[in-house]
């Protein structure tokens, strides 16, 4: 079983910046994939980025790439999202996820954080 509190969210500014923390727990979600997905109203969830928490190699969505990073904490067992360069099409709840087998779409995650809203302004 793998626990995923996140924090961060909040309002800004279009052009701003945000950080989301997702802080994991369990016996092995360092073995894990750990990602980010989004889900704006009337939309499905869309993949955001993701980390192998083993050997730190990442993947992000062409839509993100350049503006989003997605650095790992190995001391604090929290993963973080580093949202750079916001644009109002960025306004979604935002969700941390933690899976095996890793890859951009949702149903190959098995646990979920709680989910935080990020808002961008024009």
């Known amino acids: 079983q793998v626990q995923l509190v996140e924090s961060g969210g909040g309002l800004v500014q279009a052009g701003g910046s945000l950080r989301l923390s997702c802080a994991a727990s369990g016996r092995t979600f360092k073995t894990y994939i750990m990602a980010w997905f989004r889900q704006a109203p009337g939309k499905e969830r869309e993949f955001v980025a993701a980390?192998?928490?083993?050997?730190?190699?990442?993947d992000y969505a062409d839509s993100v790439k350049g503006r989003f990073f997605t650095p790992r904490d190995n001391a604090k067992n929290t993963v973080h999202l580093a949202m750079n360069s916001l644009k109002p099409e960025d306004t979604a709840i935002y969700y941390c996820a933690s899976g095996k087998l890793g890859g951009r779409r949702a149903n190959e995650y098995d646990y979920w954080g709680q989910g935080t809203q990020v808002t961008v302004s024009s």
């Open positions: 980390i192998n928490w083993n050997d730190g190699t990442t």
